[in-house]
Every structure is written in C-alpha cells, then in structure tokens.
C-alpha cells in the first residue's frame, strides 16, 4: 500500500529535565486508510499530531510524508507542506466569527493562491456537500455547534489534503449529533480518497476507523 505519512521512533521532550511527553512513539498512516489515535488525557495524543502535522518539532525521531524526511526542513518549506497537504480539526471549530461560513472555508484556498470566483464556487460545494446550502452566508453565531463543525471540516478540505489530522473533533457535541458529524467526516474523506490521523475518547467512533493505535506514556502501540 501506498504510505502517506510515517512518525518513526518519535522522542519529544520540552526540557531536559522534564519527563518525556512521548518516548520511541510510531506510527503510519496509508492512502484512503482512518486511523485512531485514543489513549488516557497527558498520553501524548496531541503532541504527536502536531507533529504529524508539522507545528511541533521532535526532540528526535522522524517525520516522513510520501517518502520525504520531512523533520529537518526549513519552517517555510513545512508551511508550504501543511497549507498543500494536512488539513486539521480540533475540538473547538476556531471559526473567524467576522466572516460568513463560506468566507471562512474560502480563506485557505486563497493563501494559496486559488482565484476567488474558484475558492468561493468549491466553498459553495463543500457546503452543500455537509447538508449545509442554507448556511452559505450565515455567520458562525448564527450556526448550531453541529453546523460550525461541518464548516470547519469543509474549511480543514478545501485544499484537497492527503491526509486530515483531527484532535477530538466532536468533543464539544452531544453523543447523537457527535455520531452525524462524525459520519459526514468520514463520507467525505472516503469521497477524497483522504487518509486521516483522529485523537478521539470515543471508543464509537475509533470503531468506525480502519486501525487504532493506542498511545500511553509517550509510546503508540497499534491494537
């Protein structure tokens, strides 16, 4: 299978007197392939997507992504890396309040450097894509907790990422409407074909991933 994404042996330690915050952590990732991450708070999940996804550095250890060794690149060649390949989800959606729901989702593409008339009909699409069409110009405070989550995970595509990174996506949503939206996620990274690393406490949805690797004091170990 094609790997997108290895973390080899990764060492993070923010002190050195400090414990480890992870210690010889590994794993890979896959195309098309959604993998759990799930262990107790302080494990260690966090730290090691961000790493993943290039806003940490390891202490050691490595970092390869389509077979590139990407720990030792310059911080403007993995901005360049994280803005074309990772997109991210967090717990809480960090929507700009002062932009609408498909200004928010256009924003990434035009750093980028996507046209505007381009950004905003895929923005357009996203969003009717999560059942969200009525939503087009509504501003997150006039969205439910739900809805603001579905624009964030359309904000996190809209560059056509290799690979997601999600940190507890539906932590802050009840158990009914955590399970729709999780399943929206997971429709449309299988309609991208779109590889995924998600932190979760969920053992519900960590079931609907395709492995789990289980991470406690600083190492990862797939179950």
């Known amino acids: 299978m094609h790997n997108i ?3 080899e042996n990764i060492t993070k330690q923010y002190d050195t007197h400090d414990a480890f915050v992870l210690k010889n952590a590994s794993l890979s990732v896959n195309k098309a392939e959604f993998i759990a991450l799930v262990g107790p708070s302080g494990s260690g999940k966090s730290t090691l997507l961000h790493i993943a996804g290039l806003l940490d550095t390891p202490t050691h250890g490595k970092i390869i992504i389509e077979n590139k060794h990407i ?16 997109g991210f989800v967090y717990q809480y ?9 498909v200004e928010n989702i256009m924003l990434p593409q035009l750093i980028a450097g996507v046209p505007k008339k381009t950004a905003y009909e ?6 009717k894509d999560l059942g969200l069409e009525t939503k087009i110009k509504s501003m997150p405070s006039e969205l439910s907790g739900g809805q603001r989550q579905r624009v964030a995970i359309a904000r996190a595509v809209s560059n056509d990422p290799i690979i997601l990174l999600a940190d507890e996506p539906t932590g802050n949503l009840d158990h009914e409407t955590a399970m729709l939206v999780f399943d929206d996620l997971l429709k449309m990274m299988q309609q991208k074909k779109m590889s995924a690393i998600v932190a979760t406490h ?7 991933m395709s492995r789990t690797y289980y991470i406690s004091e600083g190492q990862s170990l797939e179950m």
């Open 5 to 7: 994404i290895s973390l």
């Open 93 to 101: 959606h960090h929507l700009l309040q002062e932009f609408s729901a």
């Open 202 to 208: 969920n053992s519900n949805l960590a079931a609907k």
């Open 71 to 86: 720990e030792k690149y310059s911080d403007d060649e993995k901005t360049k890396i994280r803005l074309s390949k990772i």
């Open 122 to 127: 895929k923005s357009c699409e996203l969003l």
